[in-house]
């Protein structure tokens, strides 16, 4: 069992806790991930690491609240426990040697977007962040990014906050504008790394995205994280818990990837709404 | 007095019945049939049984004791050899290994061993509640990755020999192979939970939930105090056929299908992990893993399920009793059939239609046998304009796996094979020192008993060396 240490809603939808798990902790770097499950009989989800105290071992995620399993861990107070947290698991962000890289966050991926940003400026690489969200209340982390970053640009999908559009607009007006990066990194929906992707390509410039397929083990055992990269006129199957999660973006199959995603959905909603129905009822006696 | 030719055969559930349930197919021996089949051995001089065992359990003796109504004496005999006798009664391929040496087989049919050893350990499990005595420490310790059967065997000869065990698992709960891909239909859990609570009686740490190469290393391990490391880590990543299609929504490793299912609990109606239910269902594979998937999809609900394999009848590696149980349970094998192609739904005029994307069919192409490969089997080969389409909605490719990357990936020194499987000497030990390997991670993808040998090579080294 893992006690949570602390929990903080970063908006309605999203929010933070932070785990007691000090030999993941000992070891995550900045792209990692973790699986947990919240209860005995749960399901097995990955989360990306959004940072890490290694002198309280505490090790901190953020995430949406998006089905029964995301819903039941929302409802998990400091103090509490969880069943199972187990960690590090895929390869860290290669920053090595970076000297200036435009990160590219999107709505709760901006939570994984931002540890990678914090250790390129600590190892004095420059960092642009374009961070998007769909509006004013679903924004987190822009003070964090705000001290990560040389230059920080904020996007609403509705204009209700800071600047209006998607994150692809500034992110071309730069590279229209000359400005040079070693590589842009991509963290958030699998629909925006897409265009962030097509938007950066006539310019030659390299991308990497952080894919979050469904897992399982994720550590190399049962094959759903798979995706298909385009490699050399190829397609091969690559695997997100021990190849990943991060990959050249100008390889990865996005529409296939999208697809898989949505292979559950039905399922889930359903879920979703039962396990709402529970912590309804519990309320109301 | 007359010779018994035929072993007692084995009571089961009816087929009709048991495919549309995960309750145990085979119900064991009653104690009188036990002791009726126990008679049937010979007691030869020769003992050709114990060398037909890869963990070499004195077979005879545990007979002997049998034959005499001591059922716990027959326990104490088979288990100071194996450390997981409920599940080798369970799963072992006995008709190619102890029961194709016996004696009676030359004339008559074997001595039914492994049903034997199966009665002897659940009569164990249900009535000698005492717990096992725990042998003083001789103050070496060792670390085990992997909760598998090979771990496991090596946990439990070493713990008996006076070691200080750790277990390391990267799942959450101990078991390996034993509790992600076997189905409970073939091997109940709660039996694999007992061999645990044993080994853990015996004094054996479990650690779950540490993955070796990520959590923590080898490395480190032996900076923690181990004097040995025995890595049990298992087969890796499932292959796929590198066909069209394959990426379809519904297209499954069996590593992943068994694991929602017999891991995950899918297979309950109040579980938070989804599986594919119903429908049509091709498993792709002839081994013991595609009749698992296939009998799991069965009693998942599915309305018909096929076996596609490549070769005939005869190259078909599975065991034969569980190809024979599939037949009864109505699973219809469609050999000397090739997948050449996996078929999707795709609506042109809605790109947001839910069903975009999920398997519809899966094309096969027919095979004739050829001249011997390296192995002696007759090669596959595929007959041109032959392909037809078998309507499904899910496809569960059974055709091996490649050995995980994470500990070679993190442990210097550590020398494997083109194929990435761990090298060992015969005595288990890699190009580390101290460090020592078996079962799947060194071999690929193999049997339970075979694994629980290698467990057993590599306990044996570890006495000798810190003797």
Redesign the interface.
């Known amino acids: 069992m893992y006690r949570i240490l602390s929990r903080k809603e970063l908006n309605p939808t999203v929010t933070q806790l932070e785990i007691e798990a000090p030999?993941?902790a000992n070891?995550a770097k900045a792209g990692q991930f973790i699986i947990l499950?919240v209860t005995e009989?749960?399901?097995?989800i990955p989360l990306t690491i959004a940072g890490t105290d290694r002198k309280t071992g505490a090790v901190k995620i953020i995430f949406q609240i998006v089905g029964?399993?995301t819903e039941k861990l929302n409802h998990k107070k400091q103090g509490e426990f969880i069943?199972?947290?187990?960690?590090?698991?895929g390869n860290p962000t290669d920053i090595a040697g970076k000297k200036r890289v435009c990160i590219v966050g999107g709505g709760v991926g901006c939570a994984i977007a931002l540890p990678v940003a914090q250790a390129c400026k600590e190892q004095g690489t420059e960092v642009v962040s374009i961070i998007g969200f769909r509006n004013k209340d679903l924004l987190i982390l822009e003070d964090e990014f705000k001290a990560a970053s040389e230059k920080l640009v904020v996007m609403t999908d509705d204009g209700s906050y800071a600047r209006h559009g998607n994150v692809t607009v500034p992110l071309k007006e730069m590279l229209e504008a000359g400005e040079k990066f070693d590589e842009i990194i991509t963290i958030g929906p699998l629909i925006m790394m897409k265009f962030v992707t097509l938007t950066a390509k006539p310019f030659g410039v390299p991308v990497t995205a952080s894919m979050n397929p469904i897992m399982?083990?994720g550590?190399?055992?049962?094959?759903?994280c798979?995706?298909?990269l385009n490699q050399d006129g190829k397609r091969v199957?690559r695997?997100a818990c021990?190849d990943g999660p991060d990959f050249n973006a100008y390889e990865i199959?996005f529409d296939?990837a999208m697809?898989?995603g949505?292979?559950?959905?039905?399922?889930?909603r359903k879920?979703h709404e039962e396990t709402c129905n529970l912590f309804k009822k519990a309320e109301e006696v | 007095m007359a010779i018994n030719e035929k072993m007692h055969a084995m009571p089961v559930q009816d087929p009709k019945v048991r495919a549309r349930n995960f309750n145990e197919v085979a119900l064991g021996y009653t104690h009188e049939v036990a002791l009726e089949e126990a008679k049937r051995c010979l007691h030869c001089k020769n003992r050709p049984c114990v060398e037909g065992c890869p963990v070499n359990i004195s077979i005879p003796d545990f007979i002997s004791c049998l034959k005499q109504d001591d059922i716990e004496g027959a326990y104490e005999v088979i288990n100071k050899s194996s450390s997981l006798p409920a599940v080798c009664g369970r799963v072992c391929p006995q008709e190619t290994q102890c029961e194709s040496r016996c004696t009676m087989g030359i004339k008559f049919e074997p001595v039914g061993i492994g049903r034997l050893e199966r009665f002897v350990a659940d009569w164990h499990n249900e009535n000698c509640k005492k717990a096992p005595k725990k042998v003083t420490s001789n103050g070496h310790k060792v670390a085990i990755i992997g909760s598998g059967p090979s771990g496991l065997t090596c946990a439990g000869d070493l713990v008996k020999a006076g070691f200080e065990v750790t277990v390391y698992e990267a799942l959450h709960t101990p078991g390996g192979v034993l509790v992600y891909g076997i189905p409970e239909f073939r091997l109940p859990k709660t039996i694999v939970a007992k061999e645990v609570n044993t080994l853990k009686e015996l004094g054996v740490a479990f650690v779950t939930n540490a993955v070796i190469g990520k959590t923590l290393t080898i490395d480190e391990l032996f900076e923690q105090g181990n004097e040995a490391v025995f890595i049990g880590s298992g087969a890796g990543l499932p292959n796929f056929m590198g066909i069209p299609g394959e990426s379809f929504k519904g297209v499954y490793s069996a590593n992943e299908f068994l694991t929602r299912s017999n891991l995950m609990k899918a297979f309950r109606d109040k579980c938070d992990t989804p599986i594919m239910k119903g429908g049509k269902v091709v498993v792709v594979g002839g081994g013991n893993v595609a009749m698992d998937a296939a009998r799991t999809a069965l009693r998942l609900g599915a309305e018909k399920v096929y076996i596609v394999y490549r070769r005939s009848m005869t190259e078909l590696p599975a065991r034969r009793e569980e190809v024979e149980h599939a037949e009864e349970e109505g699973i219809e094998f469609h050999l000397l059939r090739t997948p050449v192609e996996i078929l999707g739904y795709n609506n042109p005029d809605n790109p947001r239609d839910e069903r975009n994307g999920f398997v519809t069919g899966c094309k096969v192409m027919k095979m004739e046998l050829g001249e011997p490969d390296a192995k002696g089997r007759r090669r596959p080969v595929p007959v041109e304009g032959s392909e037809y389409v078998l309507d499904c909605d899910t496809v569960v490719i059974a055709i091996g796996t490649s050995p995980n990357p994470l500990i070679k990936n993190t442990t210097k020194g550590l020398e494997v094979n083109p194929h990435g499987g761990i090298i060992v000497t015969e005595d288990g030990l890699t190009s580390r020192k101290n460090v020592y390997a078996g079962g799947d991670a060194v071999t690929g993808a193999a049997t339970v008993i075979s694994a629980m040998g290698a467990g057993k090579v590599a306990a044996r080294s570890i006495i000798e060396a810190f003797k």
């Open positions: 030999l993941v070891k499950r009989d749960g399901e097995r029964s399993t069943q199972d947290f187990v960690g590090p698991l399982i083990d550590t190399g055992m049962c094959g759903c798979r995706l298909t199957t695997f021990v199959d296939e697809s898989r949505r292979m559950y959905i039905p399922f889930e879920a």
